[in-house]
């Protein structure tokens, strides 16, 4: 029986892969490169460096035990009452154990206040301070790292858990490069098998954090370090004077210490679970107010990188801000131009087009798992999510691209970031006039 499949197969092969080229170039020339390609040769120098530095990775180890620094972790958080003791727990179970417990309740109206006083009272908790009226996260960050003490400060997300030897391993790669200024932990869904929405986020935090920022941190580009998991040099904050307003605050000050000259690693090792957003509409508002960021620091605040002339330019620092924005913003806006010059020429052929589209995208997913899998300490969980592979066309081919292009609309043409309630009115007002 003759099928639509004979006609799509018979369509490619009489056309050949120039067609096939020909239409889906912006997967060949751009995509496939740097979201395929590179993962797997950072996954073979990953195996290969692993072995090599291992010895240095222990001698590393055994300086820091020896020397055993206090380590402040801090968690500023608001209305964080059902997440705290996990966190709380979870930090005094570290393999490592000369920390400092820092909480920052920020203005909450739940049982946070509460639930901090008495693990502060019964010795979980170091200091507890609270914040009557809320500040925003940068101004609580900040307050704790007034309290803070120790040589390095760990800055968490309140509603994160961590495995045992989660500080140990982010605090090493300090004693393996003294040019090191800040570690990017690794943070995986906690709540990934909820619903799609969370299985899909799990994935792309696999992809996008695992081994993405492994990627970017290999090449000397990683720009980020997440606010849910992060450590720094208290020297290096002290000098920089903390964290600026703004909802893309953990970027911001990624930039300011590379700026410094320092490097910013990633340890995949050191690994953080945070609860995912589980509602469609709640993810949008989450994702509208990151990706504004990339307009607010990376083009307008930090805007000097990008000059020669500047004593903050040098060419890591730069390439690191214009992978981004070109990877993001530029390739956005392209794409639109693309998707609509396909369907214009080749209406007629739309049902043959779209299924092979399906099969390259698909295949390229399911080959970047692969990669997360490879080097996954939890791939025997993590293959659950196999399933929802196909899925990924779709967030992040269309949800999460339209999302962004949302997001860079409004702060461009609006200066939206300034406006959203993440922040207090009060708080975005300043950091407006002093244009941080």
Same mark, same amino acid.
């Given at each position: ?79 964080? $009452? ?88 982010? +605090? ?30 799990? +994935? ?22 997440? $606010? ?24 911001? +000050? ?183």
């Amino acid at each position: 029986m003759y099928t639509f499949w004979d006609d799509f197969f018979w369509y490619w092969y009489s056309n050949g892969f120039e067609k096939v080229f020909r239409i889906f170039w912006y997967f060949f020339l751009l995509e496939a490169p740097r979201f395929l390609l590179m993962d797997f040769v950072v996954l073979f120098a990953y195996f290969r460096k692993r072995d090599k530095d291992k010895g240095k990775r222990e001698e590393a180890r055994r300086e820091f035990l020896f020397e055993n620094p206090l380590v402040s972790v801090i968690a500023p958080g608001k209305n964080e $009452g059902k997440h705290i003791y996990k966190l709380v727990n979870s930090l005094n179970e570290q393999t490592y154990k000369n920390i400092q417990i820092v909480i920052v309740d920020d203005g909450s109206d739940d049982e946070t206040p509460l639930i901090c006083k008495s693990l502060f009272d019964n010795g979980y908790i170091d200091v507890f301070l609270r914040n009557d009226d809320r500040g925003g996260k940068a101004s609580a960050a900040n307050l704790a790292l007034r309290y803070s003490t120790g040589k390095f400060v760990v800055h968490l997300d309140a509603d994160s858990s961590f495995d045992a030897n989660a500080i140990e391993n982010i +605090i090493i790669p300090f004693y393996m490069d003294k040019t090191v200024g800040a570690v990017g932990g690794n943070i995986k869904a906690r709540n990934f098998d909820k619903n799609i929405c969370t299985s899909a986020q799990a +994935i792309e935090y696999l992809q996008t954090i695992s081994v993405g920022r492994m990627v970017t941190s290999y090449l000397g580009i990683y720009k980020i370090i997440s $606010g849910a998991f992060g450590a720094f040099r208290k020297d290096i904050i002290d000098r920089i004077g903390g964290w600026d307003i703004g909802p893309g605050l953990d970027g911001d +000050i990624t930039v300011k210490i590379r700026k410094l000259g320092y490097t910013i690693a990633f340890e995949h090792t050191a690994v953080g679970l945070t609860n995912v957003p589980e509602k469609w509409g709640v993810l949008s508002k989450q994702r509208l107010r990151w990706n504004k960021s990339l307009i607010r620091f990376r083009l307008r605040k930090h805007k000097d990188i990008y000059s020669p002339t500047s004593a903050a330019f040098n060419f890591s620092n730069f390439f690191a801000l214009f992978e981004n924005v070109f990877f993001n913003l530029v390739l956005d806006a392209i794409w639109f131009f693309y998707i609509i010059n396909i369907i214009v020429v080749n209406v007629d052929f739309l049902a043959f087009i779209i299924p092979l589209k399906i099969m390259l995208y698909g295949t390229a997913s399911f080959l970047q798992f692969l990669v997360v899998l490879a080097i996954s300490e939890r791939w025997r969980q993590e293959i659950k999510l196999l399933i929802f592979i196909p899925v990924m066309m779709i967030y992040n081919g269309y949800y999460m691209r339209v999302i962004r292009t949302m997001a860079y609309v409004k702060e461009i043409f609006f200066f939206s970031s300034y406006k959203d309630p993440w922040n207090p009115a009060k708080s975005s007002k300043k950091a407006q006039e002093f244009g941080l």
